[in-house]
């Protein structure tokens, strides 16, 4: 096993992206490692011909990925879009390991992400001493994707500001990116395409420019559907994270996670999953994402300062913290809650006396 905190997606799921390609009959796009049909089973997951397993990578509406693959076989960009926590960066890193076998072409927007970011910057020094020349030239992903023809990520794309969102126009419609100062352009190879993603939540951020707009398509990126789906998904990422992380803890049973997602769709919600109590909604987005650091965080506790098997004084910090983002307005909500719902249900007395305790 790698010493490596987080492997990128094609080595960890090496394995599974050779014997994807093994067993691919299907006609490739052009410097794809996959064929469409199969970087959707990727992201999916299935049982290959052979009886070989695919873990499933993103759970949930199968058409979503079939979307955003089909996409990427074509001239425009993707776009996913949609609440934090939805898995848009994963499935992000997931589509570029898939197609081109690589993730790591990446652009991380801010406020100061300035256009050297996305085109190219220069090596002063080289510049100064030599004058401008293709060595004291800096590359930046968006470039060494164009020349390589892979898929270049770029994440929160509307954190960018809007004059320099801009500079995508023409390596988005053009396909090419000069280059005034050499006299040069460099013309994307087949199989480049940009993967962004935005999150429509974040305060402070731009609007994508409406000719940006139309060189992309979106695809939005819901919170999960159904109860199961969302104790799926915490579980799968749960168990992951334990084999990276070593805790000698036991495995969470699937009740306490029932119970830890139960609280984030109630309270996100806004009512009792019986449909039964109105409850008020607490000012942070409680996504599913949270949902997982809170139960990885309980399993640190029990492993370390419990006995080993969670329980619910390991989660209660957890969820206090995933809870009150505002500390006056989000209490209250919390304590409605905790005195209305928590309290009521015979069953939750620990999880009602470990989360007022703190
Ligand atoms: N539908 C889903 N299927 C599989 N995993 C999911 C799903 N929804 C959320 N996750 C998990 O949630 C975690 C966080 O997802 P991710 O960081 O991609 O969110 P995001 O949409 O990029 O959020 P942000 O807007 O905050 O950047 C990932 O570990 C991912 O596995
Ligand atoms: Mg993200």
Redesign the pocket.
Known sequence: MSNVLRQHAEQLFLEELEELKKQDNEKRPYNWILSPQSVVTYLMGGTLKNGFEIQ?????NRRLIEIAVATLTTDRALL?Y????????????HLAAAISGDSTMIVQGTAGTGEEAIRYGWNYARLLAEGPSEKALVETPVMRGMQTGKIVRI??LTRISADVQDTLITILSEKTLPVPELNTAVMAQKGFNIIA???N??KGVNDLSSALKRRFNTVI????DSME??I???R??VESYEKVMDLPAEKPALEEIRRIVTIFRELRNGVTVDGKTKIKAPSG?L???EA?SVVNNGLAMAAYFGDGQLKAADLAAGIIGAVLKDPVQDKLVWQEYLETVVKTREDWKDIYRACRDL
């Open positions: 499933p990578k993103y759970i949930g996913l949609g609440l934090p926590g939805t898995a848009k960066s994963w499935v992000s890193e994440e929160e993603t935005a999150n939540r974040d990126l819901p919170v999960p789906e969302e799926d998904i915490v799968r990422r987005t996504s599913t994402a997982i």
